[in-house]
Every structure is written in structure tokens, then in C-alpha cells.
């Protein structure tokens, strides 16, 4: 099956830095999306990514479609401790009757040092 | 609300027994998909459902069971054949190959 590698596994940083994760694949998709999961909750939404190139930014987060189609990155200006989390990349590939379905990365865990 | 709702938070299973999560949606939403997560992994697609009536296996299904009797809701069912159960077990839906929101997430132990 498709392969998401994401790196790095954790980061921890101090507040107000910048960070950077991102996301390959062994094969394309046709959509990238970015998720925040907290302690004992569900995943969030946090942008989604539909065209190779892409670039979309949510308030401090930005995250780009890569050209490939096989890589997203996601980036986190100024940081706060309410970042702390796990991050995930997901990617779907629309194609015939299994087109909903994901695949998720293992996830990165940040940890934000006021 | 809109939203997804999984109940319990925490559930205990016993040796031999099959226990049952809860997952109920009032977004509207045709498409409703199980998920298992253990620590330091993605999650894991476990049975999925495009429409009321019909469902597919994931890429781990194996000791498990579900049912889509009504939109709004699809249960999963922890049987006894699932040896390794202790887990954190996440429900999501979405409109047709739209995005997919999760619920809040149901953790499952063996006592």
C-alpha cells in the first residue's frame, strides 16, 4: 500500500520559534491534508491542499501542495505553547470506489518550551 | 451541535468478550470510517461506509465488525478474535470525497 513518510518525529522548541515539518510519498495523491490531534482528543483539520503548488495559510500555519504531488510541508510561525500537539499529514487519491480513503503519516509531536 | 459523537470515552474489555463503540454523526455526512490509533503510530483504517446499508474493509478489519443501518450512526464491534484490542479508537465522516472530520475519540482497554 502507499507509504507516507513524516519527519521529523518530534520537535521540541522554544517559544516564538518557527517551525517545520513535511511529508513524502512513494506514490501521488490528489489531495494533501494537515491535522492537529491534543491529548485523549480526535484530530483537528487544520488546511487542506488540493493543486500541485498550492500554498495556503491559516493564521500562523502555511502549508504548500508540492509539485511532485508527492510531498507537502507544513509550517508554524512564532509558536505558542497552545501548538503543543500531534501534527499529522494525510493524503487521498481520489481514484474509482476506494476514493475516500486516506493515508495517514505517524505524525510529528511538538513540544512548545515557554 | 453539528458534529461527531463516540461514546463511551473509556471502555474496559474483558478476555472473551465483544464490546461495541458508538459512533453517531448529525452532520448529514453519507460517508462514515473507523479508525484505530496506537502511540507513535498514523492511524489505521479499519471498515469504512460510502452509503446507509454497505461498508468495506480497511487495511486492518480483522476482529472487528460493523454495521450502517441508519446515516447517522455506525457502531463497531470489538470482537473476542481481536487479541491486541488496547487501543485508541477514532470514528470520522465526510460529505462524498470530501474531507474527513473526526469525532473525539474512544479508548479502549483489557482489563
Known amino acids: 500500500g502507499q507509504q507516507l513518510n513524516q519527519s521529523p518525529q518530534s520537535m521540541f522548541i522554544q517559544e516564538g520559534e518557527d517551525v517545520s515539518m513535511n511529508c513524502t510519498s512513494s506514490s501521488i495523491f490528489n489531495t494533501w491534508l494537515w491535522y492537529k490531534q491534543e491529548p485523549g482528543e480526535g484530530p483537528v483539520l487544520l488546511i487542506a491542499?488540493?493543486?500541485?503548488?498550492e500554498l495556503t495559510s491559516n493564521g500562523r500555519l502555511t502549508a504548500q501542495f508540492g509539485i511532485t504531488r508527492k510531498d507537502s510541508f507544513l509550517n508554524i510561525s512564532a509558536s505558542i505553547p497552545s501548538d503543543v500537539g500531534i501534527y499529522f499529514c494525510a493524503g487521498q487519491l481520489r481514484s474509482g470506489g476506494s476514493n475516500y480513503k486516506l493515508t495517514f503519516g505517524k505524525g510529528t509531536l511538538l513540544t512548545v518550551n515557554p | 451541535d453539528g458534529g461527531i459523537t463516540q461514546s463511551p470515552k473509556y471502555l474496559f474489555r474483558k478476555e472473551g468478550q465483544n464490546v461495541t463503540l458508538s459512533c453517531e454523526q448529525n452532520l448529514n455526512h453519507d460517508a462514515m470510517y473507523w479508525y484505530r490509533q496506537d502511540p507513535g503510530q498514523g492511524l489505521r483504517l479499519i471498515y469504512y461506509s460510502q452509503i446507509v446499508n454497505d461498508f468495506q474493509k480497511g487495511d486492518i478489519a480483522e476482529g472487528y465488525s460493523v454495521s450502517r443501518e441508519k446515516k447517522e450512526s455506525f457502531p463497531l464491534t470489538v470482537t473476542s478474535a481481536q487479541k491486541n484490542p488496547t487501543a485508541f479508537y477514532l470514528c470520522a465522516s465526510s460529505s462524498t470525497g470530501n474531507i474527513q472530520y473526526f469525532g473525539a475519540g474512544t479508548r479502549l482497554s483489557v482489563l
Open positions: 491542499l488540493y493543486k500541485a503548488g
